[in-house]
Nanobody, 128 residues
Framework: QVHLVESGGGLVQAGGSLRLSCAASGRSFRTKVMGWFRQAPGKEREFVAGISWRGTNTDYAESVKGRFTTSKDSPNNRAYLQMNSLKPEDTATYYC?????????????????????WGQGTQVTVSS
C-alpha cells in the first residue's frame, strides 16, 4: 500500500478552477494506477477520473469530461486533478486512490472497491 494525502481543495465561484494534488509516500508509486473519486453528502462515492500507471491512458466521468484533467508525476510521487469550469454540482469531498497495476497494461479501475489505498479527502465547494 501507499500513503496518500490530498490538498488543493477550497471554495470557488462557479466557472472557476482548482488543482488538487495527491502526494504519495511508501512503496512503488510508479506502478500505481490512480483514481479520483468524489462524494457529496447523502450520495455514494463516484468515479471522477483515472490514470494508468504510466500515465498514458486516462478516462473521466461523463459529467466532468472536457473540464477536468488528471496527470501523474511518478518521479515526484504526485498525482493531480485539474478542475476547470467548475459547477455547483461539483461540490463534494474529493479523494485520490491508488492500486497496483495488475498486468502492466494501460488499464484503469473504476470502482472504489478496486482500490486499496485512499487519501483522507479534500473539500471542494463551488458557489453559484
Amino acid at each position: 500500500q501507499v500513503h496518500l494525502v490530498e490538498s488543493g481543495g477550497g471554495l470557488v465561484q462557479a466557472g472557476g478552477s482548482l488543482r488538487l494534488s495527491c502526494a504519495a509516500s511508501g512503496r512503488s508509486f510508479r506502478t500505481k494506477v490512480m483514481g479520483w473519486f468524489r462524494q457529496a453528502p447523502g450520495k455514494e462515492r463516484e468515479f471522477v477520473a483515472g490514470i494508468s500507471w504510466r500515465g498514458t491512458n486516462t478516462d473521466y466521468a461523463e459529467s466532468v469530461k472536457g473540464r477536468f484533467t488528471t496527470s501523474k508525476d511518478s518521479p515526484n510521487n504526485r498525482a493531480y486533478l485539474q478542475m476547470n469550469s467548475l459547477k455547483p454540482e461539483d461540490t463534494a469531498t474529493y479523494y485520490c486512490a491508488a492500486k497496483e497495476t495488475r498486468d502492466y497494461s494501460e488499464g484503469l479501475f473504476y470502482y472504489p472497491g478496486d482500490y486499496d489505498s485512499w487519501g483522507q479527502g479534500t473539500q471542494v465547494t463551488v458557489s453559484s
